[in-house]
């Protein structure tokens, strides 16, 4: 391996990490500050970092290109993968612990999948079927607490519901990609979904949470602050300018393969950040949703086609 394809690879591991790691910071924001507010915040630093690449790279002229249908699409993919996913995720992380909450990205890949199949016919085989059921348990076992009546009720219940939510949000976000906005290139997808959700959470904000909400964040702890600002600048605009470059370098489906990391790297910071315990259930559902994704990019591999062989 060559030394620029290593430091691709290091590149993705960190961005799974950064991923992971925005579970426990979004935990200690979502015990100190308005949800609403604190998202709103988060997208509207993370987008002027977005916008600046645009512009040092050249590209801002692509956002006045763009079509009314188009722009369509960015607001519509704007409301569900930023303002539904962002309160979603902040309102979870009021009651369920980080660690646990990290599970739920094995769930994201697994309903993509699973609509994918069902609204655009792609195939299937053996590998991606087992990886599915495995993930798929793996995670809402993780979720539950090993407790499979977590739907019946109560305050964790209820968190469990949420992300739940953001599995929904987020799969709807990327089968909207697919359909309307297959023909703008992902960083410019990203700063204008990233600046369009900003606004729609801060009208949101706003308008639920009131003018107080801003006022009280001047009283929210310092490292509530640091956690806001690794969400924005590290788990938002680094860790995606990390997984462009795989994608460019590497393929998409070699850089998604990434993912199955970010439950872990969750799972992980949390108990070392925020000691949180490293229950049975959580390492036992944790290690099969992991074991499901991996088993469903192998699937996928093999659905590839194979390059012709000279001669």
Request: net charge positive.
């Amino acid at each position: 391996m060559n030394s620029a394809k290593y430091s691709t690879h290091l590149g993705l591991i960190g961005m799974a990490a950064l991923w992971g790691a925005s579970w426990p910071w979004g935990r200690v924001v979502a015990q100190a500050m308005p949800p609403l507010a604190a998202a709103s915040l988060r997208f509207l630093l993370a987008s002027a970092v977005l916008l600046l690449w645009l512009a040092r790279t050249g590209r801002m002229g692509r956002l006045r290109s763009l079509a009314g249908r188009q722009w369509l699409g960015l607001a519509a993919a704007s409301a569900l993968g930023v303002l539904g996913y962002s309160l979603f995720f902040l309102l979870a992380l009021q009651t369920v612990p980080a660690g646990q909450a990290a599970m739920v990205v094995a769930l994201n890949p697994v309903l993509t999948m699973l609509f994918a199949v069902l609204l655009f016919r792609e195939r299937m085989n053996l590998p991606i079927c087992l990886g599915l059921a495995l993930a798929v348990g793996g995670s809402l076992y993780a979720l539950s607490g090993g407790h499979w009546a977590w739907g019946l009720g109560g305050a964790a219940g209820g968190g469990v519901w949420l992300l739940l939510g953001c599995a929904a949000c987020w799969v709807g976000y990327t089968l909207l990609g697919r359909l309307v906005l297959a023909r703008i290139d992902p960083l410019t997808t990203t700063a204008a979904t990233a600046s369009l959700g900003a606004l729609l959470l801060l009208a949101a904000s706003l308008l639920v949470e009131g003018p107080a909400a801003w006022a009280g964040l001047v009283h929210a702890p310092a490292h509530a602050w640091y956690s806001l600002m690794a969400l924005a600048l590290g788990a938002t605009a680094l860790a995606y300018a990390w997984y462009l470059r795989g994608v460019q370098e590497l393929g998409a489906g070699a850089a998604a393969a990434y993912m199955s990391l970010v439950p872990l790297f969750g799972m992980l910071l949390s108990s070392l950040w925020l000691a949180e315990p490293l229950t049975a259930s959580l390492l036992v559902g944790g290690a099969a949703a992991i074991a499901g994704m991996g088993l469903m990019n192998a699937g996928r591999m093999r659905l590839l086609p194979r390059p012709a062989q000279a001669g």
